[in-house]
C-alpha cells in the first residue's frame, strides 16, 4: 500500500469518529426565566464570558441571551416561539417549568432546532437536559446537621420560586433528610426567591411565630445572608444557616468564622453551568452524539475551604465553575 493511500485510509477512519459539520454558521440562543439574584446574574456573565470569545473566533455566528420579564412559563414558551422564527440552530433553555414550555420545545424540536436544558430544566424528551442532583443538595444539608447538632432540633426552611423544578427537587431532598434523621423537624416555612433581599424580610415576617430553639435553617441558595440578618434584627441568636455559595453569605460566614468560630456548610450549583449548556449545544450541532441526561457535580464550600473558595468568589458574585469546549467534550465522555 502506499504512503498516499494509507493517509487516505487513516483520514477516513479519524473523520468517521469525529464530529464534523461547520457551526461557523451557527447560531445559539440561551433563554432564561429570571434574572433577580446573584447567581442568575452570575449566569448570564458566564455565558458572556465563554460565548463571546466563542463568536469571535469564528466557532458560531452568534449566542444572544434572552430573558423574560417576569417568571411565567407563558411568557417564556412565546420568547422561544420568537427564537423559532427567528430561525436560530439551537435554543439553550433554563425553564420556568419542567413541563409548561414541553409544548414550545417541541415546536422547536419539529423544526429542526436542538434543545438544551440546564439547571431549570423541561422534560420534553427531544429535549437534551443537564442538570446537578437537587435532591442530594437537600439531603447533604441534613446530613452536614446531623453530624454537627447530633440532638437534632427546630428547623425553619427557606425555599426558593415556587412552581420551579429546582425549588421542588431541594425540598424533596431536604424532607429526605428529614426522614432519615428524624430528631429534625421543620416548624416554619417562606419562599425567599434565592435572593438576599427577599429572604430576609420573608423570615423577619416569619419569626415571631417561631419557638426561640431554632437550631438551623435549611435553604436553597442566595438566602443565607438574608436570614442571618433578619436573625440579628430581631434579636435573636443566629442558628446554623446552610448558605449557598454567594459572596456575600461567604464574607459573613468568615467574618463570624473569625469572629467566635462559627460553623456551617454551603452548596449550590455552578452558575457556569450555563457554559457547559452552550458547548453542548455547539457540540451537538457540530455532529457529536450527546447522551440526553448530563449531570454536573455540586459545588460545596466547607469549613476548611471557605478562605480559598472566597479569595475566588467575586464581589457580589457567586462560587463558579466555567466549562471549556476540551471540559465538556469530557463531561460528554464520562456520560457515555
Keep these: 500500500m502506499n504512503k498516499a493511500l494509507v ?27 429570571y434574572a433577580g439574584n446573584s447567581w442568575r446574574q452570575a449566569m448570564l456573565t458566564s455565558w458572556d464570558t465563554v460565548t463571546k470569545p466563542a463568536v469571535e473566533a469564528g466557532t458560531v455566528a452568534a449566542a444572544d441571551a434572552f430573558t423574560t420579564a417576569e417568571n411565567q412559563a407563558t411568557e417564556q414558551a412565546a420568547q422561544i416561539q420568537n427564537l423559532i422564527l427567528q430561525g436560530y440552530d439551537a435554543i439553550v433553555v433554563n425553564a420556568a417549568s419542567p413541563t409548561a414550555l414541553n409544548g414550545a420545545v417541541k415546536e422547536a424540536c419539529d423544526a429542526g432546532i436542538i434543545v438544551v436544558s440546564f439547571d431549570g430544566i423541561v422534560t420534553e424528551p427531544c429535549a437534551w437536559r ?13 446530613d452536614f446537621l446531623a453530624a454537627k447538632l447530633p440532638g437534632g432540633g427546630n428547623l425553619l426552611e427557606i425555599r426558593g420560586l415556587a412552581g420551579v423544578s429546582v425549588d421542588d427537587e431541594i425540598h424533596a431532598g431536604i424532607e429526605d433528610g428529614l426522614a432519615k434523621h428524624p430528631s429534625f423537624k421543620v416548624v416554619g416555612s417562606v419562599n425567599g426567591d434565592w435572593a438576599q433581599d427577599v429572604a430576609q424580610k420573608a423570615v423577619a415576617g416569619i419569626l415571631p411565630s417561631l419557638p426561640d430553639d431554632i437550631v438551623a435553617v435549611v435553604t436553597q441558595g442566595g438566602d443565607g445572608y438574608g436570614a442571618a440578618q433578619a436573625f440579628a434584627a430581631a434579636g435573636r441568636t443566629v442558628p446554623t444557616i446552610i448558605m ?4 456575600d453569605e461567604l464574607k459573613w460566614w468568615k467574618e463570624q468564622k473569625n469572629a467566635n468560630g462559627y460553623e456551617t456548610y454551603s452548596v449550590s450549583i455552578a452558575p457556569g453551568v450555563s457554559t ?29 475551604n471557605l478562605e480559598d473558595q472566597l479569595a475566588v468568589t467575586g464581589a457580589g458574585s457567586v462560587t463558579n465553575v466555567e466549562y471549556t469546549l476540551e471540559d465538556t467534550q469530557a463531561t460528554i465522555a464520562a456520560a457515555k
Design 7 to 33: 493517509l487516505s485510509v487513516l483520514t477516513v477512519a479519524l473523520f468517521s469518529t469525529t464530529a464534523l459539520a461547520e457551526t461557523s454558521g451557527k447560531r445559539i440562543a440561551l433563554s432564561n426565566n
Design 276 to 304: 457547559l449548556a452552550f458547548w453542548v449545544a455547539q457540540q451537538i450541532l457540530d455532529g457529536a452524539d450527546v447522551p440526553k441526561e448530563l449531570v454536573v457535580p455540586l459545588v460545596e464550600v466547607t469549613q476548611a
Design 130 to 142: 443537564i442538570a446537578v442532583d437537587f435532591k442530594q443538595m437537600g439531603r447533604n444539608q441534613l
Design 244 to 247: 449557598g455559595n454567594r459572596e
